[in-house]
T-cell receptor, first 113, second 112 residues
């Protein structure tokens, strides 16, 4: 069965430091992968997506992610975070041939001054 | 600007009452979704619809109902059978598979 795991529920990091938010999925078929960001009391905003092609995907706000098929991972990275990056981040997976999207439980990123 | 509009932003339900959450999109998307978000649990799928007059149950459909009479609209009714309705509800739409979903800003439902 398809599932998404975000092992880190909270990640504190100092401003201007790099950050990596981890996402692992389980699936036996081709997948499409997404990262979203959610600010308090708002909906989800797409950061980046992997549909096919290059495994290194660049998104908005300086974020990037790398699709690793052998490790079934899609970790999100940013080389230097800002206070404004404080938010909750969700990884999502959709399997080829389905209409459903499976979301991880989210990682709360807190950027410290 | 195209987008998804959810209303109201905050909603309160009395015991035994049905309430309806509105979701309207002007993105011309065929597919629409309703999710429930609880702290620490991510998003759970309630219902989804691929086309007008057709919809399917998601993982937690009990106590909820939907309709899809127009492409632009996908209202969700939280019925009195839903015993724990307090949550943040998100509506989303999608163009063709496998494009990402677009989300509204949510409705927060609480019990009076």
């Amino acid at each position: 069965a398809q599932s998404v795991t975000q092992l880190d529920s909270q990640v504190p990091v100092f401003e201007e430091a790099p950050v990596e938010l981890r996402c692992n999925y389980s699936s036996s078929v081709s997948v499409y992968l997404f990262w979203y960001v959610q600010y308090p009391n708002q909906g989800l905003q797409l950061l980046l997506k992997y549909l096919s092609g290059s495994t290194l995907v660049k998104g908005i706000n300086g974020f990037e992610a790398e699709f690793n098929k052998s490790q079934t991972s899609f970790h999100l990275r940013k080389p230097s975070v800002h206070i404004s990056d404080t938010a909750e981040y969700f990884c999502a997976v959709s399997e080829a041939g389905t209409y459903k999207y499976i979301f991880g439980t989210g990682t709360r990123l807190k950027v410290l001054a | 600007d195209g987008g998804i509009t959810q209303s109201p932003k905050y909603l309160f339900r009395k015991e035994g009452q049905n309430v309806t959450l509105s979701c309207e999109q002007n993105l011309n998307h065929d597919a629409m979704y309703w999710y429930r978000q609880d702290p620490g649990q991510g998003l759970r799928l309630i219902y989804y619809s691929q086309i007008v007059n057709d919809f399917q149950k998601g993982d937690i459909a009990e106590g909820y109902s939907v309709s899809r009479e127009k492409k632009e609209s996908f209202p969700l009714t939280v019925t009195s059978a839903q015993k724990n309705p307090t949550a943040f509800y998100l509506c989303a739409s999608r163009e063709a598979v496998p494009m990402p979903q677009h989300f509204g800003d949510g409705t927060r439902l609480s019990i009076l």
